[in-house]
């Protein structure tokens, strides 16, 4: 089964670049993240992209504020809420701003899986991601993952993206075991916190289509 590809948390314009081969391409507008741009400069990273790649804005309990800003300065293709917002305001945000909406639900154990029922006739993707660690950590990109045999025999009624731990390494197993429709990467793909290796990112491309990438060791190991 193949996957979509969804490179998270671009910050430059080589790991822009890199995403080329992607699907989706990920900027993140929440000050905590390491990762966080102001709209204009992920504007300016994201008209390098091809048509095919969509952009995904990447938000944090946004208010309506936030979101009339990024549609004006941004113009993201798709928003992911990644934040604690219920099914009532995931609603509210994607009949008032027009645009599909990707909800993340946050897992630790199988009543975490069980919250993503009430969201699959909202949004119109779903997306399962590892729990934070902590209390005061990022609600991802913390480079861990979660128990996929949670998601064993589960069915959905919307597409859905595994992410959390996933890197060139791994992603290709994560893929074989729970079948998803895409995969989504952040911290699997970086040198740090907010530094994307595009040797990596062509590296999880790769891996993904099946395709043979040389020189996919990290630069970060040269």
Partial sequence: MSAAVKICGLTSREAVDATAAADFAGFVFYPRSPRNLAPEAAAQLASGLPRHVRRVAV???PDDALLQTLLARFRPDLLQLHGSE???RTAAIRQSFGLPVIKAVAVRDADDVDRARAYQDIADWLMFDAKPPRADALPGGNATSFDWALLA?????RPWFLSGGLGPDNVVGAIARTRPDAVDVSSGVE???GRKDPVRI???IGAVRGDSVPGTRSSAAR
Avoid: E, K, N, Y
């Fill in 191 to 193: 040198l740090h916190p």
């Fill in 153 to 157: 025999g589960r069915s959905w009624r």
């Fill in 86 to 88: 219920t099914p009532a």
């Fill in 202 to 204: 062509a590296a999880f």
């Fill in 59 to 61: 938000l944090v309990d």
